[in-house]
């Protein structure tokens, strides 16, 4: 069965520090999908960032990097020099390219300290 | 930039009464979604909809739901008789294909739903 593991319920952080959140999942499948969502106070999801099992590289989209070990099954999202916007919650989600669904964990609120 | 669109975007209901969530998709997506997330916890999947009906469904959709695509634009939820445990924040998604990836699913911005 898919499992998405995010072990830290909440994180602080000080402004422009980077910050790595956690992701572990679980699948016996080889080929799958990884991403990270933001979600504001005001309650919207929105894509940050995604990895596919057989990319190669760690994935990047500006200030967010996907930290990709897959012999661990792990999909750390890293975040450079934060910023007062950041603070959110954040959820770690997987796909499999048999289905057609993501399942989510159960994310990370992250506050950014000025 | 493409949007899914939800309506309403809070609705307050009665215990048992019949509530419609109501979703515009992007016009060439093919593949439909719903997703709920009880406050403070995480988003779960409750269907997938594709060529006018259900691909998958979890167990959380159960006889009290259903999905429907009525006129070929907007994608619908029913709850039929809604429960207290029913509040929670309901999230339309579409896709153009079935293989999910990259930022290939797009969310719409939620609907709120308070059972009281």
């Known amino acids: 069965a898919q499992k998405i593991t995010q072990t830290q319920p909440g994180m602080f952080v000080q402004e422009k520090e980077a910050v790595t959140l956690d992701c572990t999942y679980d699948?016996?499948?080889?080929?799958?999908?990884l991403f990270w969502y933001k979600q504001p106070s005001s309650g919207e999801m929105i894509f940050l960032i995604y990895?596919?099992?057989?990319?190669?590289q760690n994935a990047t989209e500006g200030r967010y990097s996907l930290n990709f070990q897959k012999a661990r099954k792990s999909a750390n999202l890293v975040i450079s020099a934060s910023q007062l916007g950041d603070s959110a919650m954040y959820f770690c989600?997987?796909?499999?390219?048999?289905?057609?669904?993501?399942?989510f964990g159960k994310g990370t609120r992250l506050h950014i300290l000025p | 930039e493409p949007e899914v669109t939800q309506t309403p975007s809070h609705q307050v209901t009665q215990m048992g009464q019949e509530v419609i969530l109501r979703c515009v998709p992007i016009?060439?997506?093919?593949?439909f979604y719903w997703y709920r997330q009880i406050l403070g916890q995480k988003v779960e999947f409750l269907v997938s909809?594709?060529?006018?009906?259900?691909?998958?469904k979890s167990e959380i959709f159960d006889d009290q739901f259903s999905v429907e695509r009525p006129d070929g634009s907007n994608f619908t939820l029913k709850i039929r008789s809604t429960k207290l445990e029913d509040s929670a924040m309901y999230f339309c998604?579409?896709?153009?294909?079935?293989?999910?990836?990259?930022?290939?699913?797009?969310f719409g911005e939620g609907s709120w739903l308070t059972v009281v």
């Open positions: 998604a579409s896709s153009e294909r079935v293989q999910v990836s990259g930022n290939t699913i797009y």
């Open positions: 699948t016996s499948d080889q080929s799958y999908g």
């Open positions: 990895q596919g099992s057989y990319d190669e």
């Open positions: 989600a997987m796909s499999h390219n048999r289905d057609d669904k993501i399942i």
């Open positions: 016009s060439n997506h093919l593949y």
């Open positions: 909809f594709y060529n006018n009906e259900i691909s998958e």
